[in-house]
C-alpha cells in the first residue's frame, strides 16, 4: 500500500519522521500535494446551498467568484470581474468579465453563467441567499452580453458589493444536466463541482477525506512559480484536537486548524514549525434562547452577562484573544464601542432576584460542538460562574449539523449554545442583521430575538445612503442589542495554525471563516 492510499483510507496512521521535510506532502511525480487538516467534515458543497468554514474553503478552492477579498484591512479585489460600476441611485451594478475564465469542463465562464449562478442562489433560498434576497430578485439580473452582467437592486444597498467574494459562479450547462426532477442540481452538487477555480475534485467524501488536484492551467494562473505549484491538496477530517498535532508531529499533514492553545503552544516550541497567529475577526458568543425557558426573562440573561468570568477566556486562550467592546468586531464599518458587562456578581444577583427563581434551582443546557476543547473549557468556565446564581449548568457536546438543527426552532434551541460568527464581509449590516427578527433560526440567529425597533433600524441603514445618518441608526443598533442582551458577548479569539515550517505562501485574511485557509497560494518550499 503506497502512503497516498494510506491516506485516503480510514485514517490510519503513517510511521514518518517527526521533522524530515520529505515526509510532509504527498507526492506526485516531482511535485507535492498539501495534506490540510481540520475538525469539521463537508457534508454539502454546493456553493449556494450552504456555507460554513470548512464548506467555503473547499468551495474557494473549486469555484471562482466575480471579486474577492485581498489584504488586512480587507479589500474587494477583480477576479472574474475584471471592473463594474454602479448608477448614481446605487440601484444598478455593472460587472464586466475577464475574457479567459473557464470551467473545468472547457466552458467559458460568461455573463449567462453568472446570472444563473445568482438566480439559482435566490431561487433556492439557502445558504446565501440571505445576503441578497431582500434586495436582489430572480429575473433581476441580466446578461446584457457574453462579457457583461447588470443587476437591478429592488432599492439602494451600498453594501452589495461586499456580498459578491461569497457568491461563486457554476456552469449551468453541468447543473441542468444532471438536475433531478426539478432539484436544481442540488443532489448532485452536495459531492460534485462545476467550477472554474484552481483545483476539482480527485476522490471527495465530505466527512472524512476530500482529495483535489490542481488545474495546470488554471485560468487566473497561479501565485508561486511553476515548480512549485503543487498538484494538489488534501482535506482530513479529524474531530480531536490531538491527532490533528500528532499527525503534523509525524509528517501526515503539514497544517491544521482547530487546534487548542495548549497544543499550539507546544508545536510552537517545536523545530520545523511556524505558527500562524493574527487577530482574528470572528466573535465568540454564548447564544441565549431569547423566546423559550428561563433565558427568555432578560433579567436572567443580564444575570448570566454580570456572572460569566470574561478573564478566564483570556486565561484559555493564553494571552491570544480580545475581549469584545461591542456587537461589532473589528472590521465591520459603523463600529462603536460601549461598556460591556463584566464579571459583577452583586449586579448579577439583584437581576437574578427579579427572576422568577431568584434563588436559582434551575438547569441551563450548555450546547458545544464536540470535540472542541476550547467551547468544552468555556463551558466549564459558565458552569463555575453561574453556581454562586444558583443555576446549574449542563454541558452537551453535539457535531455541527445537529447544534445548528436544534438551534433552527426556540423550541428545540439550547437555553446556552456556543456560536463562533465570522463577520464574512465589511458590511455593518451583516452583523446588525444577524439581531433582526429574519436572523432566527440562522445559526447566528440562535437566540431568537424578536425586537420591533431592531427590525425597523436594520432595515432603514441597510438601504441608506447618507453616511452620517447610516453611522447613527447602526450605532443606535448596537447600543439596543446590549441593552437586550440577546448572547453573551465574549472574545475574538486569534486565528491560529500550526504548519510545517516549508509550507510557504499563507495568506491570513480576518474576514476568513474560523479554521479556514485560502489554500490556492500554499506551495512547499524547496530544499
Not at 36 to 53: A, C, E, K, M, T
Not at 74 to 85: D, F, I, K, T
Not at 349 to 373: D, N, Q, R, S, V
Amino acid at each position: 500500500m503506497d502512503r497516498r492510499s494510506f491516506l485516503l483510507g480510514a485514517g490510519a496512521a503513517v510511521a514518518a519522521s517527526s521533522l524530515d521535510p520529505a515526509y510532509g506532502f504527498e507526492r506526485e511525480g516531482n511535485r507535492r500535494i498539501l495534506v490540510f487538516s481540520g475538525n469539521q467534515p463537508v457534508p454539502i458543497l454546493d456553493p449556494h446551498q450552504r456555507y460554513d468554514w470548512s464548506t467555503r474553503m473547499m468551495q474557494r478552492c473549486l469555484y471562482d467568484a466575480l471579486v474577492r477579498y485581498d489584504g488586512t484591512p480587507p479589500r474587494v479585489v477583480p477576479w472574474l470581474a475584471e471592473r463594474w460600476e454602479t448608477s448614481a441611485d446605487g440601484k444598478t451594478w455593472t460587472f464586466h468579465l475577464v475574457g479567459n475564465a473557464r470551467f473545468h469542463n472547457g466552458d467559458p465562464v460568461d455573463a449567462e453563467a453568472v446570472r444563473f449562478s445568482f438566480e439559482r442562489g435566490l431561487r433556492l433560498n439557502k445558504g446565501i441567499s440571505w445576503m441578497l434576497s431582500k434586495h436582489l430578485k430572480p429575473g433581476s439580473i441580466v446578461a446584457v452580453d457574453a462579457r457583461t452582467v447588470r443587476f437591478t437592486l429592488e432599492q439602494p444597498y451600498p453594501d452589495f458589493l461586499s456580498f459578491m467574494p461569497l457568491w461563486f459562479i457554476t456552469n449551468p450547462k453541468q447543473v441542468m444536466a444532471n438536475q433531478e426532477g426539478d432539484d436544481d442540481g442540488q443532489k448532485w452538487l452536495t459531492s460534485a463541482e462545476a467550477g472554474s477555480g484552481p483545483f476539482r475534485i480527485r476522490r471527495w467524501d465530505g466527512q472524512s477525506v476530500m482529495s483535489l488536484e490542481a488545474v495546470p492551467d488554471y485560468w487566473k494562473g497561479w501565485p508561486m512559480a511553476e515548480a512549485d505549484r503543487p498538484a494538489g491538496v488534501i482535506y482530513r477530517v479529524m474531530r480531536e484536537s490531538s491527532p490533528r498535532k500528532a499527525a503534523l508531529q509525524r509528517g501526515e499533514v503539514d497544517i491544521a486548524a482547530g487546534l487548542t492553545p495548549d497544543d499550539i503552544e507546544q508545536l510552537g516550541k517545536m523545530p520545523g514549525m511556524t505558527i500562524a497567529d493574527v487577530p482574528g475577526a470572528a466573535p465568540f458568543a454564548i447564544m441565549l434562547n431569547t423566546q423559550k425557558g428561563p433565558t427568555a426573562d432578560l433579567n436572567l440573561r443580564k444575570a448570566i452577562a454580570y456572572a460569566f468570568d470574561y478573564d478566564a477566556l483570556i486565561t484559555i486562550h493564553k494571552g491570544a484573544a480580545r475581549l469584545m467592546d461591542g456587537p461589532f468586531p473589528v472590521v465591520t464599518a459603523g463600529r462603536i464601542t460601549l461598556d460591556m458587562p463584566r464579571r459583577n456578581l452583586e449586579l448579577a444577583k439583584g437581576y437574578m432576584a427579579k427572576t422568577a427563581t431568584p434563588e436559582g434551582g434551575i438547569e441551563l443546557e450548555f450546547l458545544h460542538i464536540a470535540g472542541h476543547e476550547v467551547q468544552r473549557q468555556i463551558g466549564l468556565v459558565l458552569l463555575a460562574a453561574l453556581q454562586p446564581l444558583g443555576i446549574k449548568v449542563n454541558l452537551v457536546a453535539q457535531p455541527w449539523p445537529t447544534l445548528i438543527g436544534r438551534g433552527a426552532s426556540p423550541e428545540t434551541a439550547a437555553a446556552m449554545t456556543a456560536v463562533y460568527v465570522t463577520p464574512v464581509t465589511t458590511s455593518p449590516d451583516t452583523v446588525a442583521s444577524q439581531y433582526a427578527s429574519s436572523a432566527a433560526g440562522q445559526f447566528w440567529g440562535i437566540h431568537h430575538l424578536r425586537d420591533a425597533e431592531i427590525d425597523r433600524m436594520v432595515a432603514e441603514a441597510a438601504v441608506e445612503l447618507d453616511e452620517v445618518k447610516r453611522a447613527d441608526l447602526y450605532a443606535r443598533i448596537q447600543r439596543r442589542v446590549v441593552e437586550l442582551q440577546p448572547v453573551i458577548f465574549c472574545m475574538t479569539a486569534n486565528q491560529q495554525w500550526a504548519m510545517r515550517g516549508y509550507v510557504k505562501g499563507f495568506q491570513p485574511q480576518p474576514l476568513n471563516l474560523t479554521g479556514e485557509v485560502d489554500l490556492f497560494p500554499l506551495y512547499a518550499a524547496r530544499a
